[in-house]
């Protein structure tokens, strides 16, 4: 009985250790192949990114394939994809790599300012040279209050808020670039802000009858949106200037 027991002991520690062996044959094998092969770990898309999309760390799939299945024209670490945008021209499909000329940095977006807008916002454009910055530095993310002076009635000036807590979306020099940008000559051109849809064309009115001047102010730092003045004084006057 003990004779059958040790030959059963013996058999279980050979079939083990072919076991333990067979695996570490097929780990060894699988070992070799990934360095024949130069197996690399990269991203794709884990779903269909829609145009003008964030990447976010939801949006990859790691997935290892040989290196020679890499396109240098393509992103491999997920720090050079994530937060980046899709291009405007089209969708990048699930499983896709992501390549460079899919993606672009924020500041890259020909649109960007666009981006940055809220529900119910758009994206409005001032010329440097026709508003007064009343020697304010203004810098992207600042909120500012718009105010604008109009010629009333007998020629007597009429100053009021009509917006408040405009958002500077973006501000440009004179060859497009922002102001941030390595080859921008640092002059601002152009400041872009987020105003509200109901602002839009009492601002159009007043960039031609009026004067507009931005001003920040303490309270310019919170979190509030841009809001029309609609209590204002300027708001009969430009009006009628609409109709």
């Known amino acids: 009985m003990i004779k059958l027991k040790v030959i059963i002991i013996k058999w279980l520690t050979i079939l083990l250790i072919g076991e333990i062996l067979a695996i570490a044959d097929i780990g060894l094998i699988n070992l070799m192949s990934d360095i024949k092969l130069n197996i690399v770990e990269t991203y794709v898309a884990s779903h269909d990114i829609m145009p003008r999309t964030c990447i976010s760390e939801e949006d990859l799939e790691l997935i290892k394939v040989?290196?020679?299945?890499?396109?240098?024209?393509?992103?491999?670490?997920?720090?050079?994809?994530?937060?980046?945008?899709?291009?405007?021209?089209?969708?990048?499909?699930?499983?896709?790599?992501?390549?460079?000329?899919?993606?672009?940095?924020?500041?890259?977006?020909?649109?960007?300012?666009?981006?940055?807008?809220?529900?119910?916002?758009?994206?409005?454009s001032?010329?440097?040279?026709?508003?007064?910055?009343?020697?304010?530095?203004?810098?992207?993310?600042?909120?500012?209050d718009i105010y604008v002076t109009l010629l009333g009635k007998d020629n007597m000036p009429i100053v009021?808020?009509?917006?408040?807590?405009?958002?500077?979306?973006?501000?440009?020099?004179?060859?497009?670039?922002?102001?941030?940008?390595?080859?921008?000559?640092?002059?601002?051109?152009?400041i872009v802000l987020a105003v509200d849809e109901n602002s839009v064309e009492y601002l159009a009115k007043a960039e031609k009858i009026g004067t507009i001047k931005l001003l920040a102010s303490s309270e310019s730092y919170d979190q509030e949106e841009a809001q029309l003045n609609d209590t204002s004084i300027l708001i009969d006057y430009l009006t009628e200037s609409i109709e």
Request: glycine content about 6%; aromatic content about 8%.
């Open 66 to 124: 040989p290196n020679a299945y890499i396109d240098e024209k393509a992103y491999i670490n997920k720090e050079e994809i994530v937060g980046k945008y899709t291009e405007i021209q089209g969708m990048i499909p699930k499983g896709s790599l992501f390549y460079k000329s899919m993606l672009a940095s924020q500041e890259e977006l020909s649109d960007y300012p666009a981006t940055k807008l809220l529900e119910g916002q758009i994206a409005y």
């Open 126 to 144: 001032l010329a440097v040279n026709i508003i007064e910055l009343s020697g304010n530095t203004i810098v992207e993310n600042q909120r500012v």
């Open 160 to 190: 009021d808020k009509l917006v408040s807590n405009a958002r500077v979306l973006s501000i440009h020099d004179s060859k497009g670039y922002n102001v941030t940008h390595p080859k921008s000559t640092k002059i601002p051109n152009v």
